[in-house]
């Protein structure tokens, strides 16, 4: 067996090579018609990349399902349970081909969030440190909102002819999650994000997009960091 150079090319510390960075959002999910339904996804796995160039450390790939609450229907999703699994089962796959001993898992799906309240578990059927990066989601704003917007702007992934109708909630119910009433009487955070389209509308910032996504990133690095500390 080849003796592997672990010092060679540019890394930040040979120990990240026992760190793995992986995307978790959303493939199958509406975001208003400027949107694509897995933006989520595509925003989930740029951030992951990026901060594994930046750090050297294992790019995994991206979490295919995801979460949603049953009060907030706009796509196709799957259980805890199976979210879960899939999660456990990736990351065994990971650590039995790749050596790996960390991971920091990139979310930007907010559905996903619950899974935090299993990480233990996962942790103890991987026998990995797992690290739950929320950073993008805490940062965007309303679902399709103007954060989300602004980010796909950078990414190349926005219907531009299209932004002008992503504030019709009454169409598009699912921006701001505004025509789910349920999850608005249950979440003051989705509620005010609902009126804030409602009464605001949204727009593009391509400035404000490369900052979200950038501050996303720079958590992910300093998540790494942590774990080449321990």
Do not use: C
């Amino acid at each position: 067996m080849a003796e592997l150079r672990y010092r060679a090319g540019k890394i930040r510390d040979p120990g990240v090579h026992k760190i793995g960075i992986i995307a978790l959002g959303s493939h199958l999910e509406n975001h208003g018609p400027a949107l694509p339904i897995d933006t989520d996804a595509k925003i989930a796995a740029h951030i992951a990349f990026q901060s594994s160039l930046q750090t050297g450390a294992k790019f995994l790939g991206i979490i295919f399902p995801a979460y949603e609450l049953d009060e907030i229907d706009h796509g196709i999703h799957v259980s805890l349970d199976e979210l879960k699994e899939n999660v456990i089962e990736t990351l065994n796959s990971a650590k039995k081909f790749l050596n790996i001993e960390k991971v920091v898992i990139v979310n930007a799906h907010g559905g996903n969030i619950p899974l935090v309240t299993e990480l233990w578990d996962i942790e103890d059927k991987t026998g990995l440190s797992i690290t739950f990066n929320n950073k993008v989601i805490s940062s965007e704003g309303p679902h399709g909102g103007s954060g989300e917007l602004s980010m796909a702007k950078v990414l190349g992934i926005i219907n531009e002819d299209e932004v002008v109708n992503q504030a019709n909630v009454d169409e598009y119910e699912e921006v701001g999650l505004h025509g789910f009433k349920k999850a608005r009487e249950n979440d003051p955070n989705i509620e005010n994000g609902a009126i804030d389209i409602e009464e605001n509308g949204v727009y593009v910032d391509e400035v404000y997009g490369e900052r979200l996504l950038t501050l996303a990133i720079n958590t992910v690095i300093l998540d790494v960091e942590k774990l080449l500390d321990f």
